[in-house]
Nanobody
Framework: VQLQASGGGLVQAGDSLRLFCIASGRTFSSNAMGWFRQAPGKEREFVAA????????KYADSVKGRFTISRDNAKNTVYLQMNSLKPADTAVYYCTASGRYGGSRWDATAYDYWGQGTQVTVSS
């Protein structure tokens, strides 16, 4: 099983980016998926999560109203639309999928598969 995250880059504050993560090796259409991030010198933190059908989403307070998570089960892909980016959003972003849960989950222990990460850098 592989999760391939892409879409990161270097942008200016206020810009937008769209991350996407393609899963291969198994389908996750019945499973929760999510995004976490880790900035240099900091612990990994929850960003957003989405339930198997997309009807239930969760967001960290720091990104609520600016980021949107979505998924396309036919493509085995999860997206993270990031608007109004801030320098504080600079981090490596990791996509993740649960092998056990269908509902969206904020806790990292609920997820069993992790991608390699994509770097997002926001300059001021």
């Amino acid at each position: 099983v592989q999760l391939q995250a892409s879409g990161g880059g270097l942008v200016q504050a206020g810009d937008s980016l769209r991350l996407f993560c393609i899963a291969s090796g198994r389908t996750f259409s019945s499973n929760a998926m999510g995004w976490f991030r880790q900035a240099p010198g900091k612990e990994r933190e929850f960003v957003a999560a989405i339930s198997w059908g997309g009807g239930d989403t969760k967001y960290a307070d720091s990104v609520k109203g600016r980021f949107t998570i979505s998924r396309d089960n036919a493509k085995n892909t999860v997206y993270l639309q990031m608007n109004s980016l801030k320098p504080a959003d600079t981090a490596v972003y990791y996509c993740t999928a649960s092998g056990r849960y269908g509902g969206s989950r904020w806790d990292a222990t609920a997820y069993d598969y992790w991608g390699q990460g994509t770097q997002v850098t926001v300059s001021s």
